[in-house]
DNA sequence: TTGGAGTCAATAGG
DNA sequence: CCTATTGACTCCAA
């Protein structure tokens, strides 16, 4: 693996490798991209030069994420094509997927091998302008397709999809030669025997996801004991709270790269203005609402748990009037000193919160910013922590 | 084992 | 239909 290659960027020619796929238009500019409604393909990259896809994600010089995705975004409003289209044909990621991959690129130099080659499919197709068509062409067949199915088979039958028979339906497995890894199969409610019993997909209410945050704040990577605490008293299982706190973390983290990238684009030489406001995004953050009066929540009553947990204060957000940073440069930021409003979260004193110093959040700007960068510092610290074997960091004095 | 990166897929809103 | 959100899961590296 360790070969560099600076070969240029790219020099199409060849063929490919890839057998099946439709629109195998490799070669001129014919249109044919013939294929058939029930040619789903998960990922059969779009032709092009010869190597695979991974190869080229392995040279790609770097790319410049933010910029990739906002074109994608504009090609696929300009043309009314779908993220699901878009996500199962070039990219072999599922809408969700693509939702959030466009909406939240992170910077080049922060995406593994794997994540980058997305943003190398995109760009490959962006490239060349008659991939819109195609797209365009699959879309028209695949709503024709649609008609028909519906067209022949009325309200009746629908057959359970739990034997998942043979039928049309889109987005099958493609068969032969699914390539590699691919995706994982995961959901496997196989342990059935009886009729299907999906689990009901977990919905944490408002308070509890309030709960788990401020228990984030002060305890980023809870010990098991602090998660079991955690589980019962929010009567949530103990996986739900593991899988929310890594969810939390890397959502945070992952803001922190909008940043930065938001950040680097403000700089340079080109002072091209952009049209948008002031990069301050919105972040609820302080979200002023407690739990209010309904405190249960979703079947199964389960009352009590109180406990620490509840927060003692009562935030609520100033938005008076603030002046909105007069000054004129748009490269401006916002804050100075942020380091002595990290861990506005006494954590410690777990009786008598009485007059409690009430975690600061005044400015939604400034507490989202805040948030972030003591998720990282929290982050850093938890390294810090492991590195010397140590464990429950009980207290920190600075 | 733990944590991070990537995703999937159910589902809530439009 | 379409998109955004998010709990859960797979894979991998330390």
Redesign the pocket.
């Known amino acids: 693996a360790p070969e560099s290659p600076l070969s240029s960027a790219e020099e199409s020619v060849k063929s490919q490798q890839e057998e099946q796929m439709c629109q195998a238009s490799i070669q001129e500019p014919s249109e044919t991209s013939e294929s058939q409604p029930g040619t789903p393909l998960p990922l059969p990259l779009p032709g092009h030069a010869g190597l695979s896809i991974q190869e080229m994600v392995a040279m790609s010089p770097e790319l410049d994420t933010y910029a990739i995705t906002k074109k994608v975004k504009e090609v696929?409003t300009d043309n009314n094509l779908?993220?699901?289209?878009f996500g199962e044909s070039i990219l072999?990621?599922?809408?969700?997927?693509v939702?959030?991959?466009?909406?939240r690129p992170?910077p080049w130099h922060?995406?593994?091998l794997?994540?980058?080659?997305?943003f190398v499919r995109m760009q490959l197709w962006l490239k060349d302008p008659r991939n819109v068509e195609k797209l365009m062409d699959m879309k028209r067949m695949e709503k024709k397709a649609?008609m028909k199915r519906r067209h022949s088979s009325i309200g009746e039958s629908h057959l359970l999809e739990s034997g998942l028979s043979g039928s049309d339906l889109t987005q099958s497995a493609s068969p032969q030669n699914l390539s590699q890894?691919h995706?994982?199969?995961?959901?496997q409610q196989q342990q059935q025997n009886q009729p299907h019993l999906k689990k009901?997909?977990?919905?944490?209410a408002p308070e509890e996801?309030e709960a788990l945050k401020r228990a984030y704040q002060q305890k980023p990577?809870p010990s098991?004991k602090t998660i079991e605490e955690l589980a019962s008293q929010l009567n949530l299982?103990t996986?739900?709270v593991i899988?929310?706190f890594?969810?939390y973390?890397?959502r945070i983290?992952r803001e922190l790269f909008i940043e930065e990238i938001q950040a680097a684009a403000g700089e340079g030489g080109s002072p091209s203005a952009r049209p948008g406001k002031s990069g301050g995004e919105g972040d609820n953050s302080c979200d002023g609402t407690e739990s209010d009066s309904t405190a249960e929540g979703r079947p199964s009553g389960s009352e009590e748990r109180r406990g620490l947990l509840e927060s003692p204060n009562l935030s609520h957000r100033d938005e008076e009037g603030e002046a909105e940073f007069p000054s004129a440069s748009g490269t401006s930021r916002p804050r100075g000193g942020i380091i002595d409003s990290l861990f506005g979260i006494p954590e410690s004193v777990s009786t008598a919160p009485a007059t409690a110093t009430a975690t600061p959040c005044r400015n939604p700007k400034d507490s989202s910013l805040r948030k972030k960068k003591a998720a990282n510092l929290n982050?850093i610290i938890h390294r810090l922590e492991k590195a010397a074997n140590r464990d429950e960091p009980h207290e920190w004095e600075f």
């Open positions: 696929l779908g993220q699901r289209l072999g990621l599922t809408q969700g997927s939702s959030d991959l466009l909406a992170k922060k995406l593994s794997k994540g980058r080659e997305p649609y890894q995706q994982q199969q995961q959901q009901p997909r977990v919905v944490l996801k990577y098991p299982k996986s739900t899988n929310w890594h969810n973390r890397s983290r982050n």
